[in-house]
């Protein structure tokens, strides 16, 4: 009696899978965590169209109309006036620090010349190294400028509302002026490509001591504790210096991508990465049992680094909880230690405080994952 | 205790306990270990040998409990046990994805041995190894896994050898020439501590200790068992043993019927309830009746029998 098809056979796969699918308890949390986060992030976070870009304006000329302009920008919602700033080096440092997305400048005199039909122009300087961030704002720009001058050319001076306006804005997009994808992608991608390598092997080559029983041994023999994490980690910081090298090779030679700033700055950062993605895998390694569960575990860190770091959509484009669960991703302050330092020409002094939060993230991490870790096979 | 008294322990340990959750997996154990002997940890499954093992060579923090291991105390001075331990997993725990020499190399260079060099090249000629020294460990049958660890866990001229369960899944032949190995280094002084399941490997030891459940049944010198656990055994031959074995079982006193070849050997701790009835049978005179001096494998396997059923009694959670 041995049927095509048995049911009854059938039926005991069917429930031994259910059993151990409850059994692996990592495997069952990502299975109904993973989607879950996806869905709360994609729907609620990410934001291809941002708005509330922090904005700092220069104004050189106060009158209704450049009153209007700005209300105007600011009633759009696209742009968050953050202050006021004096002088061109201000605007810029704030530009390439990523404090503000957007500078406006009103040029002097700029009343007397609209009066005077010398059609003067507003300068917009946008941070075009994440195009997609600006792209919404500035597109708004010519919409907001005629309601200004619909709302204040009146009186006397209606007979200036005519087309074209009595101005005009002109958007400088500065670090990517031709808003390439590539040039915002690639260097991002550097701290996607280490966090998923670093995490991942790390997390794994521990894990694998333990789970072909080599640990057992180890422990058994005179050797430290911290001279085995030490030599098991080395190497892999080797890795990732020479990951990053390739890398960053690649990006000019293939994708032209500029490195304008400081190494000396990039240096730090990358260093600093690296160790913090360590940590990671370490702490990592210590939760799971199997190779299997720390490479589920490492997938489930990279996530939030592709998704809420500013690498795939806009950071200041989420809302204010999501930034800050954002905050708390060491891609987010490699991000943008990159981007500062390649594309907007930064040095160590404009991503100090990305060192600062990487270093955070680093001695945080480290604490937990050394309390985690066992000397004996307790 | 022991006939041999004249040294220091090379272990004496009591009270050592070992908790997980609210399961006692060690339970107030205590022990002293000769120089040079051979000591046996006999029990099932789960009994909590591999947990004493380990708490020994400091593997694993007691949590109770007190003593010293080759002079240096459990608690505290683990990293000065270990350099003088050689310690064989129950599982093959070197590097199968490295060479033979090299996974030798790699555990000198862990106990930091003198002279390296020379050592694995010693090592590996005296495993007969030296010409395939290149080949990597995952490809070795298992007889030459064990081998290779204990090669290994003797890199370092240990004082102290603790094998748990060195040769589960090895062949008679290589279970012997293990075995021969044992003995010769025993012989030089060094200390060996073994678990195992077989009684042919229990014979070989100097002392047992039977455990259970974390508890220790019996300990003592090998040849001292039977008479300690006080049991009676009858030697039978004759006609038709099956059927006399299987009428036996019902019969009162005999605790234990196991086959030695052409004859069984009837057992029983109740000597006057054995006695009679083997009075009762003999008159039916089918068969030759003869009293024996119980030996340690009638001895082993009523202790396995009985702890089968502890086993079984507390649920199959094991160490």
New interface residues.
């Given amino acids: 009696m041995t049927g095509i098809f048995s049911f009854a056979r059938f039926s005991a796969v069917l429930v031994k899978e259910f059993i151990q699918m409850r059994r692996d308890r990592v495997t069952f949390g990502m299975m109904i965590g993973l989607p879950l986060i996806q869905l709360f992030l994609f729907g609620f976070a990410i934001n291809a169209d941002p708005r509330h870009l922090p904005t700092l304006v220069e104004v050189n000329d106060d009158g209704p109309l450049s009153r209007a302009v700005i209300a105007g920008m600011a009633n759009s919602g696209y742009f968050d006036f953050a202050g006021p700033v004096r002088g061109v080096a201000e605007g810029e440092a704030a530009l390439r620090r990523g404090d503000a997305n957007f500078v406006v400048v009103i040029p002097q005199n700029f009343e007397r010349d609209v009066v005077r039909g010398r059609q003067p122009q507003i300068l917009i300087a946008a941070d075009a190294s994440d195009p997609t961030a600006i792209a919404g704002a500035a597109a708004a720009m010519s919409g907001i400028v005629q309601v200004a001058v619909a709302e204040t050319m009146t009186g006397p001076l209606a007979s200036l509302a005519g087309t074209p306006p009595p101005f005009s804005v002109a958007v400088h997009r500065q670090y990517n002026p031709e808003g390439r994808t590539a040039t915002n992608i690639v260097p991002g991608l550097l701290a996607i490509i280490l966090s998923m390598t670093m995490v991942m092997i790390t997390a794994v080559a521990i894990v694998k001591e333990s789970e072909?029983?080599?640990m057992?041994?180890?422990?058994?023999?005179?050797?430290?504790p911290f001279e085995v994490m030490l030599g098991k980690i080395l190497p892999y910081v080797f890795v990732g210096y020479v990951q990053t090298i390739v890398f960053i090779l690649a990006a000019r030679l293939v994708f032209n991508v500029p490195f304008e700033g400081s190494l000396l700055a990039f240096t730090i950062g990358f260093n600093l990465f690296i160790l913090v993605n360590l940590a990671l895998g370490f702490l990592i390694s210590t939760a799971a049992r199997s190779q299997m569960q720390a490479m589920q575990l490492s997938f489930f860190t990279i996530l939030p680094s592709i998704l809420l770091s500013g690498f795939m959509f806009p950071f200041a484009g989420m809302p204010g909880w999501a930034q800050v669960l954002g905050t708390a991703v060491p891609a987010t302050h490699f991000l943008r230690v990159v981007r500062g330092v390649m594309l907007k020409g930064g040095d160590v002094g404009d991503v100090t405080g990305n060192f600062a939060g990487l270093f955070v993230i680093l001695v945080v991490i480290s604490i937990i994952a050394m309390l985690r870790y066992r000397q004996?096979?307790? | 205790m022991t006939g041999n008294g004249q040294s220091e322990p090379v272990i004496a340990v009591t009270g050592l306990t070992k908790i997980y959750g609210t399961r006692k997996v060690v339970d107030d154990f205590a022990i002293s270990v000769p120089r040079g002997a051979i000591y046996g940890f006999l029990g099932p499954n789960g009994s909590g040998k591999t947990t004493t093992i380990?708490m020994l060579?400091?593997?694993?923090?007691p949590d109770a409990g007190e003593g010293e291991c080759l002079g240096f105390d459990i608690r505290t001075q683990a990293?000065r046990i270990?350099?003088q331990?050689g310690?064989m997993?129950q599982?093959?725990?070197?590097?199968?994805d490295l060479s033979i020499r090299e996974n030798l190399d790699f555990?000198a260079r862990?106990?930091?041995v003198t002279n390296r060099k020379a050592r694995v090249e010693q090592a590996l000629k005296d495993l007969g190894l030296a010409d395939r020294a290149h080949q990597l460990a995952g490809s070795l049958s298992g007889g030459w896994k064990q081998r290779l660890a204990l090669a290994a866990c003797l890199i370092h001229d240990p004082q102290l050898l603790l094998l748990d369960e060195p040769t589960a899944g090895v062949d008679p032949k290589a279970r012997r020439d293990f075995w021969d190995e044992i003995r010769r280094l025993s012989g030089e002084g060094v200390t060996v501590l073994v678990s195992t399941h077989y009684m042919d490997e229990a014979v070989q030891c100097d002392f047992i200790a039977y455990i259970a459940y974390g508890k220790k049944l019996i300990d003592g010198p090998s040849a001292e068992i039977p008479a300690q656990i006080g049991l009676v055994t009858y030697d039978v031959e004759g006609p038709d043993l099956a059927a006399l074995e299987a009428r036996l079982k019902a019969e009162p006193g005999v605790e234990q019927v196991a086959r030695f070849g052409a004859s069984l050997h009837v057992s029983g701790t109740d000597k006057p309830a054995l006695e009679a009835t083997v009075e009762r049978l003999k008159a039916e005179g089918t068969h030759e009746w003869r009293l024996e001096k119980a030996g340690l494998e009638e001895a082993f396997i009523y202790l396995m029998a009985g702890a089968r059923d502890n086993f079984a009694g507390a649920g199959a959670a094991a160490a």
């Fill in positions: 072909r029983g080599t057992e041994m180890l422990i058994a023999t005179p050797v430290r004996t096979l307790d | 380990r060579c400091g593997l694993l923090t990293e270990k350099e331990v310690y997993t599982k093959f725990s070197l590097y199968e555990i862990m106990y930091r």
